[in-house]
């Protein structure tokens, strides 16, 4: 890094990833700013610039051993730096470069998690936290608690006849503890200090009304008349219930949403599909069993245009997945439990062939090779209509 890149930081001022600190600042707020840094997408602090953007230079000759330490003595897990010292004007400053956190959550050793936000780091809320445990496979969400329920919650109809098919014992031959402690051995219970409560995919997959305790379950449908969202809205609906029900309501609404254009081979006419079923199938099971459900009040949104379906799922990628990956069949199960029983009730398999069954499916189809993207809190799947 040379004197004209910081002059060019400072000139666009602090932001998402750029933090500027003078010398004097304690070792304790320096933590925080790193920590901060690696539980987000990592950034530079700038030592020996003030918040308005002066050159006030440092002069500690010790000052990259100083960095060292806060890093390896007040930051947990520890964070490597890459420090550099550069002059500028005729004084000294540091620019300290902290990477994108590959072991988050971090935090201080006042046990206080930090994230970045704009131009300000804040302490991470309660759901926030939970998203950086999940994203590196410490803690998968669908298997957390839900308090104030109960087994009351469950449909055990539904219960029963998973257990009958695919464990081959009938769950009311057990007597009510039996039957409890089987269901908290899958998951789909868990005992906490206050009772025995159900757990997020439990009701995801089994509860009567999982949207009563989850309003963030289900999906927003809209189809427009045009290319943009701004254009004429023709159908919306909102789906909610059993994640199951939900992808087979959806694939109703879609194709009932969906021309059937003909075209003509020989002497007969032929029907044909602007998107394959499996593809579709493939795109809202995966939604719906991969999105982020702790992100609370946000549904998976599938908006329908003229040339395109769009699935938005909330969440962004977990850490050690990227599009790249997803495209030749590398993936990371987000929701295991949802994983798991949907494999058994045949709605998907665990091979990671989603992603690439449906850009494959569609190259074959003559349509626009699917674009993946991050968009904010959201990954989105775009589909593209098949030209007749």
Known sequence: MDERSILDMISNGENLYVEF???SIRAK??????????????????????????????????????????????CIPHIIPVFEEVKVGGKKVAAVSIPKGLNKPYYTVDHKYYIRVGTTKRIASREELLRLFEGTGNLHFDISPVEGTTIKDLNVDIIRDYFMKYNTFDLFEENSESTRRILINADILKEVETGTVCTVGGL?????????????????????????ITDELIDKKVITGRIQD???????????????PSIINGLR????EEYPIIVLREAIVNSLVHRNYSISGSKI???????????RSPGRLPNTVTIEKMKIGVSYARNPFLVKYMENMRYID??????????????????????????????ILTIFKIKV
């Open 29 to 74: 707020e320096l933590a925080e700013e790193f920590v901060a840094f690696a539980n987000s997408e990592g950034g530079i602090v700038l030592i020996g610039v003030d918040d308005n953007g002066d050159i006030k230079g440092i002069e500690n000759s010790k000052i990259e051993e100083t960095i060292m330490n806060i890093c390896r003595n007040n």
């Open 350 to 379: 665990q091979l990671g062939r989603g992603i690439p069954m449906i850009i494959k499916n569609m190259k074959e189809s003559g349509a626009k090779e699917p674009l993946l993207m991050e968009q904010g809190e959201e990954f």
């Open 269 to 272: 006419r032929e029907e044909k």
């Open 204 to 228: 995801l997959i089994f509860g009567k009304e999982p949207e009563r305790y989850l309003p963030q379950n289900g999906v927003s449908f809209a189809h427009f008349k045009g290319n943009e």
């Open 21 to 23: 600190k003078e010398e």
């Open 246 to 260: 939900i992808a087979d309501q959806l694939m109703v609404i879609i194709r009932n949403n969906m021309r059937t």
């Open 301 to 311: 949104r599938v908006f329908m245009f003229d040339d395109r379906i769009e699935f």
